[in-house]
């Protein structure tokens, strides 16, 4: 198969790709700290160090086109335009926030951004994006779908079951596996018998790519070779994105099962300080300037939870609502 | 009005959605080219063609997700999952994606789906090919349940299904198929919900579904001979249940039968029951009885199999029996 | 005696069983190295070993499959599913083959098998990870089902499912996991069938398990200093489900009241309310009643979810309500 | 992978062999002679055409090795040795039948020659024999486990769950994909974007292997080579019969999807007549002691089918029976 990477991205995509990652990344924090301080009950998992993989990905897509994703789903709303104070407001349970505080963290859903769902059931969500790429293709429309999940997500059932039927229906899907090496506290070796997750494609007579999951331009380049392909009704393929998770699995991991200097390594390799390396050395982008980016971005997080703790719970009397459509 | 079976009723609803709406899709296994195992879809395929109606892999779990993400998106899609006994394979994707996913969203999706099985025993299928799936499902709120037991109900509760918004499952019991009946193909669509007095009495309120709704009305009509009268109700739909209707039987009658093609251990029957027990206590003389399959299972067997299935004999040996209490 | 959590009389069970029976092998997602995610079984994979004891692929289909594999050729498997709410993901292994293996190989086989998850709401964990699972699996004849609510029961009820020959599915729920209480090590295993009258009264019965039982017991305090005196009943078991007990209490009571972490439809409940409004109806001085979820879902926001899970206050207020009736 | 088909069988296993696959063969044809007169409720699928595979396989089994399969069961059965009495009594749903008439066509088991299940949910069956395998693992006792399934079966999540956590876990259970080439109605060209499923053993870091499933001996041989390396530690393999079905899916079915010709193609390298062939060549047989078996299973078969129809039916109030161990 012949997907290549394409060429480095011009100034302003490589812009909106900084911005992306480090909204994602200072959100993320944030949300890590609500969580510590109890502020918020239940669970939440962050894909610090993965942003490259929710950005890069993004970059490629068209309006129009679907995403599916996991619980560990923030980057992915916020990369597709969610606003930080719909994901904030939903985070903490509220009627303002994106689900009107029915889904939580793990639910981040947006229709209007084409987001479809954000699932708590590992590899739930990828047969949901087949349908929306089902739509596009029956009415012929030219979306395409994309569906994110993990390494350990690519041993249930299902993934089998999605990629084969993708196949042979030929829909316009992408399926994008976020490799981060651990599937919870279990190192992918344990339980996965090959290395790489793109080899599985073949079972499905479907590209199978390994991109650079730190490199948001690989990534973009990648998902955008693919996507021109599954719109040129050529199919779905397996894109795996080599990444990695600095934080526990979910809240209250600390990561004891990570090697020793594992974290360190790929902490070298910083999706958002590779970006802007190299946007520095091409004289895209200044110290100065960056500073500033991340401040104003700060401060759009902090303005967002401000306002987010201020805004109603919904009433305990629309418990049943959206149930039913009638309701 | 024209004359057909339980199995053309099906044919026919959903060749009148198609042609109605171009947002109907359906899919399933060897329901395209093969017009499906139990022969329901005949002639679909060749009348609309390979976009819209399409086999699948042996892939429930597939089936269903697709069929959602469709729904999701624009279309209005049937997924068939053959036997209703695999249901459980494509469980996940019925109970916590399909039935939840309005929900989770906040609204933001309707999931206009229906899942369309064919179930229940008596043919000699076996263990795994037999069960009726209807009181499982009743525990999962956002999903909506139809049993329809005439060809008449078939075409007017499955073309209700494809239009509603939300996912409605329609259950086929295999012994009805060859049940002919009139349909009138131009009648408005059923309405999910709505329960039917299909015998009416006084003696003593019957509620059964499909199969058992025919072995209860032959009950009724040889408890007739000797003067009794029950009250014969068709539920048609277990979610939304009609409780209405079953409680304003009951205010006439003072007496339950429910008559199920399950355990009795979880079968909708118990729902009816604590329904009766909460609402229309009062209104009763005599115990809430139940005639179902206890709590075993349907065996191949023939011997075993028509013993397990409760049949018109033992529903008016518990009718007599219950007519006694006091 | 020791004093010890829920959660700690689980992996005391466990490691009971296994120090006793070299059969007993144990797996699921991140239970052996990890210790499980609700640290439920630390220690294990270090006592007793990598053959012994095993994290597995995300895979529970294949989890349950295997266990089943294993459980009929000699081993006597501890499986876990993590959440309840996965076991859809696994429900054909677990309804279609686990229950049903015996049976259909007309007794060849026993299926000595223990499926463990963790369970119920209130957590903040949202729509797909606050079920609790016990009324869905009541319609499965071949299985038992287990719902213990103290660290004692844990532990009686836990060993007594690994030794059953059946399969036994045993829920464990999440808010009870820090509960403490005191264990006998040494005492026998719970009887699987057997309910307990936690607290004797006379005003009404109220039924409850887990979470809920906790619940009832906190309302039942505070109703006694108004003088009212409700008896409360652990079911523990719901198959087999102890109907003489709640039989015998409501004969002396007069009153039901049922108190279900569950959806209205399907919910266990109503099967206890067709049970007396079947043998125990003539007992009954006023209608049977349920404190429930209705039939809506749990969403994330505390809120909602805290709203829609009953609380002491609602089981007070129907309780108080329940005995107005006449 | 080094699997290597064996050299020819010895006089007397071919004759095992031969023996077994006219015992299917004639039990077959009298099975839909009792479904087609409606002697029989239900539905029956035959494997007809397909006998060298499970007598092949059961060629290569030792005692205390299991063995799971599917609804299209009654080959695998008597190849391992189920007595043709107990299968019969089964078919009609006799208490005499081998489990107590509560299993059927879809579900011959008899633990007492290993045979832990015939299935009729697709793929169900493959975990259990997973089970089986580690009993073996765990308690060290050499034995192995097969798993027989079809190729619509390959489609299905359970399969790659299942090839992926045996992989992994090393169990020695060996995968025996039959692939007939149709699913029910359905071609697998139509379902399945690869040719050969024995492909989809890479994903999972197993040998697969493609064996002519019409050859006995060259079923025995990969077998045998699969099994050795399972007993010997080194883990699961999956093995892909090329194999064909003459009849219908099931009872009901007259193959009106076949293409034109096929059938008669397939006919030409009939296993038994290609067994039959060679040992007449290698002067292991003659035509008239061939007559000779045949007419003896013929009677055999003829004599356990009659004896079944005076066998009788289980007890009405025996129906909770063998629910609960305590029964
Ligand atoms: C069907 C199912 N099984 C188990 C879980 C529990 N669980 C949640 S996340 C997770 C690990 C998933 O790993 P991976 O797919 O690699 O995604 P990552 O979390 O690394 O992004 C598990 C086992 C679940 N949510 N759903
Ligand atoms: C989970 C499930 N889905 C669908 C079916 C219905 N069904 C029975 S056999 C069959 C075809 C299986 O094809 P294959 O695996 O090739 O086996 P073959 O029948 O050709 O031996 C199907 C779809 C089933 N029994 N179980
Ligand atoms: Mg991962
Ligand atoms: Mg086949």
Redesign the interface.
């Known amino acids: 198969m012949a997907l290549e990477a394409g060429d480095r991205l011009d100034k302003e995509s490589r812009m909106r790709a900084l911005l992306a990652m480090v909204k994602i990344r200072l959100a993320e924090e944030e949300i890590q700290n609500l969580f510590m301080a109890n502020l918020v009950r239940g669970t939440t998992h962050l894909a610090i160090g993965q942003e490259a993989c929710s950005a890069g990905v993004a970059l490629a897509l068209c309006e129009g086109d679907s995403v599916t994703c996991t619980y560990r789903g923030h980057g992915h709303a916020l990369a597709l335009g969610m606003s930080l104070r719909a994901l904030m407001a939903e985070m903490m349970g509220k009627e303002s926030g994106a689900c009107r505080g029915r889904g939580g963290s793990m639910h981040m859903t947006d229709k209007s951004i084409g987001l479809l769902g954000a699932n708590a059931i590992v590899g739930a969500q990828l047969p949901i994006a087949m349908g929306a790429a089902l739509t596009a293709q029956v009415k012929g429309t030219g979306a395409i779908a994309v569906t994110f999940f993990g390494d350990g997500a690519a041993n249930i059932g299902l993934f089998h079951e999605s990629l084969n039927m993708a196949s042979v229906w030929k829909l316009p899907v992408l399926f994008i596996c976020e490799n981060n090496l651990y599937g919870e506290y279990s190192p992918i070796r344990e339980t996965t018998p090959i290395d790489d997750i793109a080899d599985r494609a073949g079972a499905y007579a479907m590209p199978g790519v390994i991109v650079d999951g730190q490199d948001v331009e690989a990534v973009q380049a990648a998902t955008a070779a693919a996507a021109a392909r599954a719109r040129n009704g050529e199919g779905p393929a397996l894109l795996e994105l080599k990444t990695y998770r600095y934080g526990g699995h979910s809240r209250s991991d600390t990561g004891p099962y990570r090697k020793p200097g594992e974290l360190a390594h790929w902490q070298e390799r910083d999706p958002i300080d590779m970006l802007a390396a190299r946007m520095y050395s091409d004289g895209e982008l200044d110290q100065e300037e960056f500073l500033e980016i991340k401040d104003a971005l700060a401060q759009e997080v902090f303005a967002a939870v401000e306002w987010a703790k201020a805004e109603p719970f919904p009433p305990p009397q629309s418990l049943a609502d959206y149930v039913y459509a009638s309701d | 009005m024209r004359r057909m079976t339980y199995r053309q009723a099906v044919t026919e609803a959903i060749a009148a959605e198609m042609r109605r709406d171009d947002s109907v899709?359906f899919f399933g296994?060897?329901v395209a080219?093969?017009g499906g195992?139990f022969k329901v879809t005949p002639g679909i395929y060749e009348e609309f063609g390979p976009?819209?109606v399409?086999?699948?892999?042996?892939?429930?779990?597939?089936?269903?997700?697709?069929?959602?993400?469709?729904?999701?998106?624009?279309?209005r899609?049937i997924a068939e999952l053959m036997f209703a006994?695999?249901i459980?394979?494509a469980?996940?994707?019925?109970?916590?994606?399909v039935a939840?996913?309005?929900?989770?969203?906040?609204?933001?999706?309707?999931?206009p789906l229906t899942i369309r099985a064919s179930q229940g025993g008596g043919?000699?299928?076996?263990?795994?090919?037999s069960q009726c799936a209807e009181?499982?499902l009743?525990?999962?709120?956002?999903l909506?349940l139809a049993v329809p037991a005439t060809p008449a109900d078939m075409y007017g509760l499955l073309r209700a299904a494809i239009r509603?918004?939300?996912p409605v499952i329609v259950l086929e019991h295999k012994s009805l198929y060859n049940l002919v009946g009139d349909v009138d193909l131009e009648a408005a669509p059923g309405e999910l919900g709505k329960a039917e007095i299909v015998r009416p009495g006084q003696d003593l309120t019957l509620v059964a579904t499909q199969q058992m709704l025919h072995r209860a009305l032959e009950a009724a009509e040889s408890l007739a001979e000797d003067g009794i009268s029950p009250e014969v109700i068709d539920l048609r739909t277990l979610?939304p249940?009609d409780g209405e209707t079953i409680l304003r039987s009951v205010q006439g009658t003072s007496r339950l039968l429910i008559v199920e093609e399950?355990?009795r251990?979880?079968?909708w029957?118990?729902?009816v029951?604590?329904l009766?027990?909460?609402?229309g206590?009062?209104h009763?003389d005599?115990?809430?009885?139940?005639v179902n399959m206890?709590?075993?299972?349907i065996?191949?067997?023939?011997?075993?199999e028509d013993?397990?299935i409760p049949n018109a004999r033992k529903i008016e040996e518990a009718v007599r029996q219950l007519l006694s209490e006091t």
């Open positions: 899709v296994e060897d080219k093969p195992v976009v819209r399409r086999d699948t892999p042996i892939s429930e779990q597939a089936i269903i997700g697709t069929a959602l993400g469709a729904a999701i998106t624009g279309l899609p006994d695999f459980p394979v469980m996940d994707q019925i109970v916590n994606q939840k996913y309005r929900f989770m969203s906040g609204g933001q999706f309707t999931v043919g000699g299928f076996g263990t795994q090919h009181s499982w009743m525990n999962f709120p956002g909506k509603d918004d939300d979610v249940l399950a355990p251990l979880g079968g029957g118990a729902n029951a604590a009766v027990a909460d609402e206590l009062f009763l005599a115990p809430i009885k139940r206890e709590n075993a299972l065996a191949y067997s023939p011997a075993l013993e397990i």
